[in-house]
T-cell receptor
Framework: EAQVTQNPRYLITVTGKKLTVTCSQNMNHEYMSWYRQDPGLGLRQIYYSMNVEVTDKGDVPEGYKVSRKEKRNFPLILESPSPNQTSLYFC???????????FGEGSWLTVV | GNSVTQMEGPVTLSEEAFLTINCTYTATGYPSLFWYVQYPGEGLQLLLKATKADDKGSNKGFEATYRKETTSFHLEKGSVQVSDSAVYFCERRGFGNEKLTFGTGTRLTIIP
């Protein structure tokens, strides 16, 4: 079954404690991206990756890092989380940006 | 930059009512347009899309027509069901543009 898998699905953490949200896809997609969803703001793109070792900033990259060492994985790293990063995060992938995008189920992150 | 303006919610309708959710977009370039649906606790799923002017996307009784003259891509359904209750997102994607632009989402509730 085609899937985009994120972990953890739910996390409460404290300010400044580094965390990583993993994302894995089993569709051999080249394009992967991360979004955050906030009330009244919809989805905003954080980072995207066109292929292995190729990443670029989206609209709201501040406070986040990503890496793409393998095609299937695209982890989102919060080096020093702050409360304004409390949000619902989605990972997504597609064969290329012009094709159908598949979303993961989301990761609820709370920073206290 | 590019933007998508989506009808604010929440929208509450009775079962079998006619639905319209408005979406307008910036016309720079030749964007493709998409509608997604997000059910509670899930990621976004592609509902329908249109890639050029006058195209009509349709799926599950929903329709949207790419109207270049009014820069709109309104989502419609003739007779909604309780199972249509969800959040709906409009998305604009420029040709060769890896940065996706989403609307703020419209929460739809259908009451029996």
């Amino acid at each position: 079954e085609a899937q985009v898998t994120q972990n953890p699905r739910y996390l409460i953490t404290v300010t400044g404690k580094k965390l990583t949200v993993t994302c894995s896809q089993n569709m051999n997609h080249e394009y992967m991206s991360w979004y955050r969803q906030d009330p009244g703001l919809g989805l905003r793109q954080i980072y995207y990756s066109m292929n292995v070792e190729v990443t670029d900033k989206g609209d709201v990259p501040e406070g986040y890092k990503v890496s793409r060492k393998e095609k299937r994985n695209f982890p989102l790293i919060l080096e020093s989380p702050s409360p304004n990063q409390t949000s619902l995060y989605f990972c997504a992938s597609s064969r290329d940006p012009g094709n159908t995008i598949y979303f993961g189920e989301g990761s609820w992150l709370t920073v206290v | 930059g590019n933007s998508v303006t989506q009808m604010e919610g929440p929208v509450t309708l009775s079962e079998e009512a006619f639905l319209t959710i408005n979406c307008t977009y910036t016309a720079t370039g030749y964007p493709s347009l998409f509608w997604y649906v997000q059910y509670p606790g899930e990621g976004l799923q592609l509902l329908l899309k249109a890639t050029k002017a006058d195209d009509k996307g349709s799926n599950k009784g929903f329709e949207a027509t790419y109207r270049k003259e009014t820069t709109s891509f309104h989502l419609e359904k003739g007779s909604v069901q309780v199972s249509d209750s969800a959040v709906y997102f409009c998305e604009r994607r420029g040709f060769g543009n890896e940065k996706l632009t989403f609307g703020t989402g419209t929460r739809l509730t259908i009451i029996p």
